[in-house]
């Protein structure tokens, strides 16, 4: 290697290196998919967990073996299912099919979009950068802390009387 003397030998060694260095860090990521086509993921969200698979399709999202309008009854926690397929601009393409368990029907939407969100991006990689930025492959790690004995709940003290 060339002895650097100056600013100059500096900046021409490190512009000269630069290329070589990005393009070893950056490996390209693959399309991960089963012999039938569907990318699998495994979202979490408080207590609950869900197993769901993508392929191509109308739309069709299907928890637990009923339509997602009979699962998920409420239009919000809908929405919160919906959400991956608007950001990453794929509404209607995909069909979504999630076993999920524990927790109560907010954690459990929340797992299912967790889920579709990590399957979107390793069915096609290239929906990472939108589902990233939009906090979708981050797993929301809250869940509910614990009673300690002592303690009426978590942190509430049981009532003081000096009397």
């Given at each position: 290697?060339?002895?650097?003397?100056?600013?100059?030998?500096?900046?021409?060694?490190?512009?000269?290196?630069?290329?070589?260095?990005?393009?070893?860090?950056?490996?390209?990521?693959?399309?991960?998919?089963?012999?039938?086509?569907?990318?699998?993921?495994?979202?979490?969200?408080?207590?609950?967990?869900?197993?769901?698979?993508?392929?191509?399709?109308?739309?069709?999202?299907?928890?637990?073996?009923?339509?997602?309008?009979?699962?998920?009854?409420?239009?919000?926690?809908?929405?919160?299912?919906?959400?991956?397929?608007?950001?990453?601009?794929?509404?209607?393409?995909?069909?979504?099919?999630?076993?999920?368990?524990?927790?109560?029907?907010?954690?459990?939407?929340?797992?299912?979009?967790?889920?579709?969100?990590?399957?979107?991006?390793?069915?096609?990689?290239?929906?990472?950068?939108?589902?990233?930025?939009?906090?979708?492959?981050?797993?929301?790690?809250?869940?509910?802390e614990r009673k300690k004995y002592g303690k009426r709940k978590?942190?509430?003290?049981?009532?003081?009387?000096?009397?």
């Open positions: 290697m060339a002895e650097i003397k100056s600013l100059d030998d500096l900046k021409s060694a490190v512009s000269a290196a630069a290329p070589a260095a990005a393009a070893a860090e950056a490996p390209k990521r693959v399309p991960v998919r089963d012999k039938l086509g569907r990318a699998y993921a495994t979202g979490k969200r408080k207590n609950a967990v869900a197993r769901v698979w993508i392929k191509p399709g109308s739309g069709k999202v299907v928890v637990n073996g009923k339509a997602m309008a009979d699962y998920f009854a409420r239009p919000v926690l809908q929405m919160i299912l919906r959400q991956p397929f608007t950001v990453a601009n794929v509404e209607g393409q995909f069909d979504v099919m999630a076993t999920v368990a524990g927790g109560g029907l907010s954690g459990q939407a929340g797992a299912v979009k967790h889920g579709v969100s990590k399957a979107l991006q390793l069915y096609e990689p290239a929906l990472r950068g939108a589902l990233k930025a939009a906090g979708f492959l981050t797993r929301d790690s809250r869940v509910v978590a942190r509430r003290s049981f009532q003081f009387s000096k009397r």
